[in-house]
């Protein structure tokens, strides 16, 4: 290949092993969250739903950085499972309010032995590496 096409270069790419990365991570949640009917995207939202009870679409976006097309078909999903409400924000009724229900406050029981499990998959990363590559990744969302 001449030299002036390195850039396009796969091995040269920022972008790629951040992608392998993400796809092997969601990979390896899939054996835990499969038993309980969940994605790792559904599992996500769960997550911000145990945390702040309800939250409407916009923000849930923001929060996982998700749009609304991604995310109306995996909310009505987790709704007709019964894990959250949809509603109408009565202060303007353009915004969808999620909110938790019962039995996805249940389901966070289900889910408490997950993140161990993951930590106990392990990684090639010590924890300091661990550390740093967690704060490199939020600094570039931030960017």
């Excluded at 145990?50 to 991604?70: F, R």
């Excluded at 078909?73 to 202060?91: F, H, I, M, Q, T």
């Amino acid at each position: 290949m001449a030299q002036e096409y390195e850039q396009l270069l796969l091995k040269n790419q920022l972008c790629f092993p951040m992608y392998a990365c993400s796809r092997k991570i969601v990979g390896n949640y899939t054996p835990y969250l499969k038993p309980l009917g969940l994605t790792y995207t559904q599992y996500i939202v769960m997550m911000v739903l145990w945390e702040k009870d309800s939250v409407n679409v916009g923000q849930l976006g923001e929060i996982l950085h998700l749009d609304a097309g991604t995310l109306t078909p995996l909310l009505k999903r987790l709704e007709k499972a019964g894990y959250v409400s949809r509603e109408r924000s009565k202060e303007d009724e353009r915004v969808t309010v999620i909110s938790i229900t019962p039995e996805g406050e249940a389901l966070k029981e289900k889910c408490m032995d997950i993140p161990m499990k993951m930590a106990m998959e392990g990684s090639a990363l010590s924890e300091k590496d661990a550390k740093e590559l967690y704060r490199l990744l939020y600094k570039f969302l931030e960017g």
